[in-house]
């Protein structure tokens, strides 16, 4: 059974930082796509940032230069480090993951999901 957890989540002031662990197990995504994605309240599910192998990181405009993923393949891990944290970044964040390397950045294109962490930014 694949699993994504996520943790980390939690309160912070504007101009914080925090980092989203993401640890996977039931199986490893080496040559696949992992990814983050986040929901505010009353929106649909939006694409954070992507890392595939061989194709590097990709990011949403609305976090680039801020936020930043990174993968640790020999732990089957993916973490989103946000920086320069926004009110508007508050959210639910999940982690997902494809085993095909798609690095495609619609919520569809994933087959794999964690139960989410909240976010909160106070300003």
């Known amino acids: 059974q694949v699993q994504l957890v996520e943790s980390g989540g939690g309160l912070v002031q504007a101009g914080g930082s925090l980092r989203l662990p993401c640890a996977a197990s039931?199986?490893?995504?080496?040559?696949?796509?992992m990814g983050w994605f986040r929901q505010a309240p009353r929106k649909e599910r939006e694409f954070v940032a992507v890392?595939?192998?061989?194709?590097?990181?990709t990011y949403a405009d609305s976090v680039k230069g801020r936020f930043t993923i990174s993968r640790d393949n020999a732990k089957n891990t993916v973490d989103l480090q946000m920086n320069s944290l926004k009110s508007e970044d508050t959210a639910v964040y999940y982690c997902?993951?494809?085993?095909?390397?798609?690095?495609?950045?619609?919520?569809?294109?994933?087959?794999?999901w964690g139960q989410g962490t909240g976010v909160t930014v106070s300003s």
């Open positions: 039931g199986r490893t995504f080496i040559t696949g796509t």
């Open positions: 997902a993951a494809s085993p095909v390397g798609r690095h495609g950045s619609s919520p569809r294109e994933y087959d794999y």
């Open positions: 890392s595939t192998w061989g194709r590097g990181t």
